[in-house]
T-cell receptor, first 114, second 117 residues
Framework: AQSVTQLGSHVSVSEGALVLLRCNYS??????LFWYVQYPNQGLQLLLK??????LVKGINGFEAEFKKSETSFHLTKPSAHMSDAAEYFC????????????FGSGTRLSIRP | SAVISQKPSRDICQRGTSLTIQCQVD?????MFWYRQQPGQSLTLIAT?????????ESGFVIDKFPISRPNLTFSTLTVSNMSPEDSSIYLC??????????????FGQGTRLTVV
């Protein structure tokens, strides 16, 4: 079985500051890991995903995440926050790459202070 | 990538009534998925809809409450039946896209924001 825990339902950072959104997972098999972003009144958009290979994954809009098996973590980072990054972010895990088996975390709302 | 259109984008409905949500994809897909996102919560998979067969429902969801149609490879509907305020949620349609085992990902529609009064 798979599960995801996102630490912090709301994170607020200043524009230009580092963004760090935390995600820990539990999986009985090697996981596939995803970060999705949801802008207000929109659907979800894939930011990045880890399936195999390099543990540091780069996504869109300057985001990246590192798969750390020893820590069962997949934290999302961005060196410099932009106002347009304000959104809801979901970490997700799957035992397969199939969309039907994706388990989503509770989400973290990112706010950017001017 | 896949472009997904959902209708309606939002609706306010009276309790006891039903609402049918439409999902149109710009390409043929084998599986379509319906999720529910309750206020302040994450996404929960309701069911998987395959063309030509009955939908497969996840634990806690039943066909009588959430009947699904899948008449062809680009279209699906989800009906929320006999609505109560607890059904107020965002309902999202999703499809699996990409090629190859390592390149698949889920694409989502913009969602239908349902409020039941």
């Amino acid at each position: 079985a798979q599960s995801v825990t996102q630490l912090g339902s709301h994170v607020s950072v200043s524009e230009g500051a580092l963004v760090l959104l935390r995600c820990n997972y539990s999986s009985s098999v090697p996981p596939y890991l995803f970060w999705y972003v949801q802008y207000p009144n929109q659907g979800l958009q894939l930011l990045l995903k880890y399936t195999t290979g390099a543990t540091l994954v780069k996504g869109i809009n300057g985001f990246e995440a590192e798969f750390k098996k020893s820590e069962t973590s997949f934290h999302l980072t961005k060196p410099s926050a932009h106002m347009s990054d304000a959104a809801e972010y979901f970490c997700a895990v799957s035992a397969y790459s199939s969309a039907s088996k994706i388990i989503f975390g509770s989400g973290t709302r990112l706010s950017i202070r001017p | 990538s896949a472009v997904i259109s959902q209708k309606p984008s939002r609706d306010i409905c009276q309790r006891g009534t039903s609402l049918t949500i439409q999902c149109q994809v710009d390409s043929q897909v084998t599986m379509m998925f319906w999720y529910r996102q309750q206020p302040g919560q994450s996404l929960t998979l309701i069911a998987t809809a395959n063309q030509g067969s009955e939908a497969t429902y996840e634990s806690g969801f039943v066909i009588d409450k959430f009947p699904i149609s899948r008449p062809n490879l680009t279209f699906s509907t989800l009906t929320v039946s006999n609505m109560s305020p607890e059904d107020s949620s965002i309902y999202l349609c999703s499809v699996e896209g990409g090629r190859g085992r390592w390149n698949t990902e889920a694409f989502f529609g913009q969602g239908t924001r349902l409020t039941v009064v």
